[in-house]
């Protein structure tokens, strides 16, 4: 079958490491599914996988690895399906994201990016009316996380004013449409004026350089970003209110400044992806709001490497999808 996939690492030149070309078709174990693809998304952490920086917990990464954790595709029953990108022990009692043996589709399991894929059955979500393939394909990531950050984990009620650091990536631009149909005031710091532009077309009510100082204080912050805009967050978040962090795209020791973390009462707020019922719930929320994801390039599966380029150089203005098996 046709597949992107990382032939090894290479942490200095990681797109020389991407091939596109033949792998074997899954094998489908007992209690899994096989997915026929239809388009998948690009993440931050196809990149890590190139690099070869593992997964989670500092795993070992296997390779070759059929790159991609989220996507939408289609049973071999006719129903279509929104891909889930968490595995863990079938055992486990808990959330899937607090389970200490998960792992992400295209950690140790083979991903996305490839005609048909092999998924645990639970990991194969209905998709719901209303919603297109290009749409669904970008839920079960980026998406999942920010329907988390905002609506599980920042405590923020509708009319109260959020922050989000980044204007134009994944998270940060589902951030914005999300916060907009759920009735808050968002405001948006980005690099360029173009990405801001962007963040005011899909909902932005306010838009500001980095690090620009705020006319006031907000209710929430939302960081993807890290250590470049870490010192930004805290000091723009009112005395007890809330940063969401899910990323560290600018490096993961930023400086905590906890004198002003404790004083100011700050809440600080990890979120990794979510559970299967936020995706539920996300779909369902996308649908009764009527909203339509950014998704900023469309590229059939084969010019894999166009996608990449514009993720590794911050070109992106939404998400990149890559479609395969005759979908346009």
């Not at 200095?12 to 174990?29: A, C, K």
């Not at 980095?210 to 890290?226: H, I, K, N, Q």
């Not at 962090?245 to 490096?251: E, K």
């Not at 649908?287 to 390039?297: E, R």
């Amino acid at each position: 079958m046709f597949a992107v996939y990382a032939c090894q690492a290479n942490a200095q030149n990681p797109l020389s490491s991407l091939i596109t070309g033949e792998r074997p078709d899954p094998s489908v174990p007992p209690g899994w599914v096989r997915v026929k693809m239809s388009a998948a998304s690009l993440n931050s952490q196809d990149l890590g996988t190139l690099r070869g920086w593992g997964g989670l917990y500092g795993r070992p990464q296997v390779f070759p690895m059929i790159l991609g954790c989220d996507g939408v595709g289609t049973l071999d029953d006719g129903t279509k399906v929104v891909i889930y990108p968490i595995i863990g022990d079938p055992d486990w009692r808990g959330l899937e994201i607090h389970d200490p043996n998960r792992r992400v589709l295209g950690e140790r399991d083979q991903g996305t990016f490839a005609d048909y894929i092999a998924v645990p059955q639970r990991n194969a979500v209905p998709l719901p009316e209303g919603i297109s393939l290009i749409s669904a394909s970008v839920l079960g990531a980026a998406w999942l996380t920010a329907y988390r950050m905002l609506f599980t984990k920042s405590g923020l009620r509708s009319g109260q004013t959020m922050l989000v650091q980044g204007a134009s990536g994944g998270v940060s631009t589902a951030l914005i449409q999300l916060g907009r149909a759920a009735g808050m005031q968002v405001w948006v710091a980005g690099r360029t004026q173009e990405k801001l532009t962007l963040a005011k077309q899909i909902g932005a009510h306010r838009t500001f350089l980095s690090g620009e100082t705020l006319p006031r204080r907000v209710d929430a912050a939302f960081d993807t970003v890290g250590a470049a805009t870490w010192k930004h967050s805290t000091h723009s978040v009112r005395s007890g209110g809330t940063i969401v962090v899910c990323g560290a795209a600018t490096g993961d020791q930023p400086g905590a400044d906890l004198v002003h973390v404790f004083v100011e009462e700050i809440n600080v707020r990890g979120v990794f992806a979510g559970t299967i019922d936020d995706l539920n719930d996300l779909m369902a929320f996308v649908v009764s709001a009527g909203i339509k994801p950014q998704v900023g390039h469309v590229l059939p599966m084969e010019r894999a490497g166009e996608g990449f380029i514009a993720l590794l150089e911050g070109r992106s203005l939404g998400k990149i999808v890559l479609t395969l098996n005759g979908l346009c």
